[in-house]
T-cell receptor, first 111, second 117 residues
Framework: GEDVEQSLFLSVREGDSSVINCTYT??????LYWYKQEPGAGLQLLTY?????DMKQDQRLTVLLNKKDKHLSLRIADTQTGDSAIYFC???????????FGKGTRLSVIA | GAVVSQHPSRVICKSGTSVKIECRSL??????MFWYRQFPKKSLMLMAT?????????EQGVEKDKFLINHASLTLSTLTVTSAHPEDSSFYIC?????????????FGPGTRLTVT
């Protein structure tokens, strides 16, 4: 079955880069997403990447995809205290199918 | 991006009562809506898939008589939690999917926090 795995916690110092890793098992995944969730709030789509891409950069965010290893990472450059949140990796087969989420990585940024 | 709203954002109800949560796509036609549930400090679990004008498809372990889903129009789906109990307390999030050009795109609502006392 489908499965998405992430490490549960990551702690970084303000100004450093954060790298959150994710692995998935479904080779037919077409869309791979990163969502941010702050306490008590809903999901905020940060970025997504198609499976035929290997990198996408958007300001401080860089997504790397290794399709062969089914490994996805999110790099946040110059991490700020406002980046403290839970980050969910998710995959779907298309824009019209449900997302399968990882358990989320809690990022703590130390000032 | 497109906007999906949920109403109410928070609701507290007594055990045994029913609660209806609305999910609306505000600026696009959502042929499919998904309902997810998030337990505290846990990931999102898909509850059901709802296609406009047809019965919802429920995931294994989700009671269809307890979680009634209606998708009567291309912009509205509702989730009714019937005879709610404290264990139904959770964060319920919908997502709406529709055609944007030649491909489908999916957007999430802000979620509804249900507390059953």
């Amino acid at each position: 079955g489908e499965d998405v795995e992430q490490s549960l916690f990551l702690s970084v110092r303000e100004g450093d880069s954060s790298v959150i890793n994710c692995t998935y098992t479904d080779s037919s995944s077409t869309y791979l997403y990163w969502y941010k969730q702050e306490p008590g709030a809903g999901l905020q789509l940060l970025t997504y990447i198609f499976s035929n891409m290997d990198m996408k950069q958007d300001q401080r965010l860089t997504v790397l995809l290794n399709k062969k290893d089914k490994h996805l990472s999110l790099r946040i450059a110059d991490t700020q205290t406002g980046d403290s949140a839970i980050y969910f990796c998710a995959e779907s087969k298309s824009g019209n199918t449900p997302l399968v989420f990882g358990k989320g990585t809690r990022l703590s940024v130390i000032a | 991006g497109a906007v999906v709203s949920q109403h109410p954002s928070r609701v507290i109800c007594k055990s045994g009562t029913s609660v209806k949560i609305e999910c609306r796509s505000l600026d696009f036609q959502a042929t499919t809506m998904f309902w997810y549930r998030q337990f505290p400090k846990k990931s999102l679990m898909l509850m059901a898939t709802s296609n406009e004008g047809s019965k919802a498809t429920y995931e294994q372990g989700v009671e269809k008589d307890k979680f009634l889903i209606n998708h009567a129009s291309l912009t509205l789906s509702t989730l009714t939690v019937t005879s709610a109990h404290p264990e139904d307390s959770s964060f319920y999030i919908c997502s709406a999917s529709g055609l944007a050009g030649s491909s489908y795109e999916q957007y999430f609502g802000p979620g509804t926090r249900l507390t059953v006392t």
